[in-house]
């Protein structure tokens, strides 16, 4: 059964920095990219970083450069998404996922960022 738990979520003030965890279950992890949307409410999900299955490549959203770094550990099946600087827009839940085919993504149950002072 394939499993993805974010972990790492909270209420932080402006400034202040997260640390996201993604572990995964049930597949191969290291043979996928992986990815880090977030969702805002009365927003669409939108992607914030991806990284190749190595590890190697990484790609991140403008709203994040600089800011984001995303990593990932393949011997614990577990990728990484630290956020610095944060910021009230940064606010929403975070789901890791990988794309299986064209139209279709597993996702994570999601973990809560709230930037607010």
């Known amino acids: 059964q394939v499993q993805l738990v974010e972990s790492g979520g909270d209420l932080v003030q402006p400034g202040g920095s997260l640390r996201l965890s993604c572990v995964g279950s049930g597949f191969t992890f290291s043979n996928y990219p992986m990815t880090w949307h977030r969702q805002a409410p009365g927003q669409e999900r939108e992607l914030v970083a991806r990284?190749?299955?190595?590890?190697?490549?990484?790609n991140y959203a403008d709203s994040v450069k600089g800011r984001f770094t995303i990593s990932r550990d393949n011997a614990k099946n577990t990728m990484y998404l630290q956020m610095n600087n944060l910021k009230p827009e940064d606010t929403g839940i975070y789901y890791c996922g990988y794309r299986i085919s064209l139209y279709n993504w597993n996702w994570g149950q999601g973990t809560q960022v709230t930037v607010s002072s």
């Open positions: 990284i190749s299955s190595s590890g190697t490549n990484t």
